[in-house]
Antibody, heavy 119, light 106 residues
Framework: QVHLVQSGAEVKKPGASVRVSCKAS????????MHWVRQAPGQGLEWMGW????????KYAHEFQGRVTMTRDTSISTAYMELSRLRSDDTAIYYC????????????WGQGTKVTISS | DIQMTQSPSTLSASVGDRVTITCRAS??????LAWYQQKPGKAPNLLIY???NLQTGVPSRFSGSGSGTEFTLTISNLQPDDFATYYC????????FGQGTKVEMK
């Protein structure tokens, strides 16, 4: 069975950085893009960007450029999303989601990682 | 950037009703449109892709239509398990989600 299992909840102070992991199983990790989406409390879904696990290529949404870094470790089938210079409005649930190609939707999602920014 | 606008934001309905949610794109996206269902505390779940294709395992009471800039999600014979929030998403260029439609019990 295909699964994306994310790391646990985080509490960070403003100005700090957070790294969320997403471990894939049940499929060929390098055969699918990994996207990241976040959802602030009571709000909708916001796309953050993607990493190609095969090549390491990334693309980020304009809103996060300069603050987000998406990487992967193919040896352990894990993708990472690091967000820096955290602000209170970065408090959200962060999801990873698998995509086969640019012509495909997000078919498998991780369970989400709650990130709380609080002084 | 492509903006996605859903309507209504909230929809009150009863079991057995036929429900329609609309999604409009700010520019043409062909058929690169997906619909997701999200329940509280859970990740979104893919229902429809390429505007009208039913994802494996999704009940046939869900259907999607449209192309270009106007799309609809229809739930026929609404079931208790269908009360949730629904999001459209374009994946023609990067990805953008609509603001969501909450289907609540009347």
């Amino acid at each position: 069975q295909v699964h994306l299992v994310q790391s646990g909840a985080e509490v960070k102070k403003p100005g700090a950085s957070v790294r969320v992991s997403c471990k894939a199983s049940g499929y060929t990790f390098t055969g699918y893009f990994m996207h990241w989406v976040r959802q602030a409390p009571g709000q909708g879904l916001e796309w953050m960007g993607w990493v190609n696990p095969n090549t390491g290529e990334t693309k980020y949404a304009h809103e996060f450029q300069g603050r987000v870094t998406m990487t992967r470790d193919t040896s352990i089938s894990t993708a990472y999303m690091e967000l820096s210079r955290l602000r209170s409005d970065d408090t959200a649930i962060y999801y990873c989601a698998r995509v086969y190609s640019a012509d495909d939707p997000f078919d498998i999602w991780g369970q989400g990682t709650k990130v709380t920014i609080s002084s | 950037d492509i903006q996605m606008t859903q309507s209504p934001s909230t929809l009150s309905a009863s079991v057995g009703d036929r429900v329609t949610i609309t999604c409009r794109a700010s520019q043409r996206i062909s058929i690169w449109l997906a619909w997701y269902q999200q329940k509280p505390g859970k990740a979104p779940n893919l229902l429809i892709y390429k505007a009208s294709n039913l994802q494996t395992g999704v009940p046939s009471r869900f259907s999607g239509s449209g192309s270009g800039t106007e799309f609809t999600l229809t739930i026929s014979n609404l079931q208790p398990d269908d009360f949730a929030t629904y999001y459209c998403q374009q994946y023609n260029i990067d990805a953008t989600f609509g603001q969501g439609t909450k289907v609540e019990m009347k």
